[in-house]
């Protein structure tokens, strides 16, 4: 089983749409939690962190649940530029100390006009 | 905003060449990573490392060293490259719980 599983997609939805990207991951000792954005042939980039209470940037909104191993990150009122490929990302606890950070295979969502 | 800059964009080298790849960021980040992207694959973690000196293996160390002499600066040392190593290779550095930042990243072919 991957440490870090998301859905595979791709989402295809129109401009305005709501949409819901899923994460689960299998360490339980999992201690900080992320959702990345990647556009075509650039560089990943933080979108933004994720904790148990919830969190909200404007029009994303990311959810953790820990007792589930779940994350979460809801779009809504989609638009064009939105398209892009979303990772899920968890710092592991590494054997010797510091975090290893695992990422998810990614989510590829298309916004149509 | 944190920089972190990958020495070369497009690298070509031959089979059995060594190949070093350099990654310098400017925020005096503990944590420093290396990833291989491949279509399908997604990001598979080489080797990061939490300190100077420090390094741990990841998932796919094989066929790869690194050396962090330095905070700012983490290389990528592919001791014999192999057609198998073609690949996207990304760097990235950070502070544990704050999100990471990646540089531009490395084309590298081996032919």
């Known amino acids: 089983r991957k440490e870090v599983e998301q859905d595979p997609g791709p989402f295809n939805v129109p401009e305005g749409a709501t949409v819901a990207f899923n994460c689960t991951y299998s360490n339980s000792a999992s201690q900080s939690f992320f959702w990345y954005r990647q556009d075509c042939r650039k560089e990943p980039k933080l979108l933004m962190s994720?904790?148990?209470s919830g969190n909200e940037d404007g029009r994303f909104t990311a959810q953790l649940n820990r007792a589930s191993q779940y994350i979460s990150l809801l779009i809504r009122d989609s638009k064009l530029s939105d398209s892009a490929t979303y990772l899920c990302v968890v710092n592991v606890l590494a054997n010797t100390g510091g975090f290893k950070t695992i990422f998810g295979a990614g989510t590829r969502l298309f916004v149509k006009a | 905003d944190v920089k972190v800059t990958q020495s070369s964009r497009y690298l070509v080298k031959r089979t059995g060449e060594k190949v070093f790849l350099e990654c310098v960021q400017d925020m005096d980040h503990e944590n420093m990573f290396w990833y291989r992207q491949d279509p399908g694959l997604g990001l598979r973690l080489i080797y990061f490392s939490y300190d100077v000196k420090m390094k741990e293996k990841g998932d796919i160390p094989e066929g790869y060293s690194v050396s962090r002499e330095k905070k700012e600066r983490f290389s990528l040392i592919l001791e014999s490259a192999s057609t198998n190593q073609t690949s996207m290779y990304l760097c990235?550095?950070?502070?544990?719980?704050?999100?990471?930042?990646f540089g531009s990243g490395t084309r590298l072919t081996v032919v």
């Open positions: 994720v904790y148990s």
């Open positions: 990235a550095s950070g502070r544990t719980n704050y999100g990471y930042t």
